[in-house]
């Protein structure tokens, strides 16, 4: 169904087509199916309709308002692999029928000093989120991926390699760049030591995508069960982080740890472990505050840091990594029917790795 909107200003009327979703109207509501609209593509947008959407925790922590500052209806999703059902009359990069990607930003300002460096994860404005952000079009918020369709503007839509499979494809979208990034950033590769702390969602990908780097990747687990899987997915050795004695194994010997738990830990046990000059980068989110002492730095020089995503040149970046290297996510698929008992395992990590939704169940 088609609809006129106009937009916040009055100048300009916005037509707009109606979709299936899949979202909550409130921080304790269930998802349950819903209708949203969809701007009809104005020149440089392209239309995907969506094959598969990747679930990550901040969807969670968005739709039960977590992280406040929700605006209801709440739509998640934003690790989307779709295919391009139509184009605007200027876009250059995609044509009808092209694989095409959207992770977490749709937009930023484009003209900041972060931007035109190709960081608009840190836009000065502030980038358009997938979901949950300012529509600059229709005057709401912006819908995910748990729906038919998108409409993104060409600059901020990605390539996907074809030799991928394109439902453990999705996650690259938030979990492999969020992982890929840093990994980058801090020039791991060959000769460095390279630590990555929990095998979850972000983990997982992080030792994956460590080891095609060419770097030696210990994983660093509180979970027996764990280990044998860490090795499975590539790493050198795998250290039970409980156990003193094998963590005392690595004190002082990496390069670089990348740290994904979102959970409360004693980060200075880790912070032990680096080289003169090496770094902590931070990608997990905990909750509350973690204490630093500060002789877990000094001495060795050690840099304690964070990472958030990627620009939009690095993400295809990551994609055409991952494409040559044939890195994927472990994933569980997943129907959209399936949503709130996905979120509630994903609560006790109960999945490995990363649910992924097949988006054609919301048509049935």
Known sequence: MESVRTTPEGATTIKTKEVKAFGTSAADAPLNQLNIHRRKPKPHDVEID????????????????????????????????????????????????????????????????????????????????????????????????????????????????????????????????????????????????????????????????????????????????????????????????????????????????????????DINAYLSLLRVDGTLALVGAPEHPLPVAAFSLIPYRRSFAGSMIGGIAETQEMLDFCGKHNIVADIEMINIQQINEAYERLLKGDVKYRFVIDMASLKR
């Open 50 to 265: 969506i094959l598969y959407c990747g679930v990550c925790h901040s969807d969670l922590h968005t739709a039960r308002n977590e992280w406040h500052g929700t605006v209801y209806p709440c739509v998640p999703g934003h690790e989307i692999v779709g295919r391009v059902v139509n184009v605007g009359e200027h876009v250059k990069k995609f044509k009808v029928g092209d694989l095409a990607a959207v992770g977490c930003m749709v937009d930023s300002c484009r003209e900041c000093d972060y931007c035109k460096e190709d960081l608009e994860q840190y836009c000065e404005e502030g980038n358009t989120g997938t979901y949950n952000s300012p529509d600059k079009y229709l005057g709401t918020q912006t819908y995910g991926g748990y729906s038919e369709s998108i409409v993104v503007t060409e600059a901020f839509v990605l390539r996907v390699p074809e030799n991928l499979d394109l439902a453990a494809t999705a996650p690259l979208l938030c979990a492999g760049i969020t992982t890929y990034s840093p990994l980058k950033h801090w020039n791991v590769g060959p000769g460095k030591k390279v630590g990555i702390v929990g095998i979850g969602g972000l983990g997982h990908m992080g030792v994956k995508i460590a080891k095609a780097m060419g770097a030696e990747v210990i994983v660093f687990t509180t979970s027996l069960s764990k280990v044998e899987d860490a090795r499975r997915l590539g790493a050198d050795d795998v250290v039970l982080s409980k156990d003193e004695e094998q963590m005392g194994r690595y004190a002082g010997k990496l390069n670089f740890i990348l740290d994904a738990v979102s959970a409360q830990h």
